[in-house]
């Protein structure tokens, strides 16, 4: 996915939630939960599909470091299904105005899809940097890890991606076809799943706006636009803060 510029007071946010994710600042780095990226048709196909595909063990993909905490299973990212439901996310995304916005993206990795049955689990880690994008000579920096949920709250216990953060551990379960998006600088893991399969999607991306920090006051003023052009619309000041908004972006970005 390559850089598209984001519209400021587009995708009004009423269902979404962000939350910080320090108290070190008011514009730290956030935790961003998206509904409905994939309609209930989309994650049903992604299910179906999934359930002919070869499953192999996760830690195969995982670093030295993390590979004795990974006890999952994931689809080879070369497979045939693993790319056209990867290429079907992907074009989600870049339709849903929320991801837009809080991500700010350049580029990403293609999700991928993981598995975690009862006994299964992913221990405390934090991403890798930068990640290669399969079949290509092509590098992705982490800015930002996304967990796109295909398994629906009651088909399993346990399996909760759990973020810490300064107040403590934040777990996440979230409805099949929602996506909660995080700082890759993050600790997490993926509780031990005691009934059913969890079964996701998940993926990196690099944004135009490195600093968390500043992707997140980015985000706020957007939010902050886009319910003031909903209050009182063709107001004059909105044009003039969306060139703030504009120009704060453009100040702050980072394409390489």
């Not at 994931?74 to 079907?88: D, F, G, K």
């Not at 993981?114 to 990640?131: F, I, K, L, S």
């Not at 009182?232 to 390489?256: C, E, H, M, Q, S």
Request: hydrophobic share 40%; aromatic share 8%; net charge positive.
């Amino acid at each position: 996915m390559r850089a598209r510029q984001p519209r400021a007071a587009s995708g009004r946010g009423r269902n979404a939630e962000y939350y910080p994710l320090s108290t070190r600042s008011r514009f730290t780095a956030m935790m961003v939960r998206i509904p409905n990226v994939l309609t209930q048709a989309q994650v049903q196909a992604c299910r179906q599909a999934l359930e002919t595909a070869p499953w192999i063990e996760g830690k195969l993909t995982a670093g030295s470091l993390t590979a004795p905490r990974k006890n999952n299973m994931q689809v080879p990212a070369n497979h045939p299904i693993a790319r056209r439901l990867s290429e079907m996310i992907m074009e989600a995304l870049k339709k849903n105005a929320m991801f837009m916005r809080a991500a700010l993206p350049v580029r990403l990795i293609p999700p991928l899809f993981n598995r975690y049955t009862p006994g299964e689990y992913y221990g405390p880690h934090v991403d890798a940097t930068v990640q290669q994008v399969w079949g290509v000579n092509d590098r992705v920096r982490t800015d930002l890890s996304a967990t796109l949920f295909l398994s629906a709250p009651e088909e399993y216990d346990g399996g909760e991606l759990t973020i810490t953060d300064d107040l403590g551990e934040r777990p996440i379960k979230l409805p099949a076809g929602d996506l909660v998006l995080y700082p890759a600088t993050s600790i997490h893991h993926v509780s031990p799943v005691t009934r059913g399969a969890r079964i996701a999607s998940f993926f990196w991306v690099q944004s135009m706006v490195r600093d968390d920090n500043l992707r997140g006051l980015l985000f706020e003023l957007g939010t902050a636009l886009a319910q003031f052009e909903e209050a009182v619309p063709g107001n004059p000041a909105i044009t003039k803060l969306t060139g703030v908004y504009f120009n704060l972006f453009r100040l702050w970005t980072d394409t390489n």
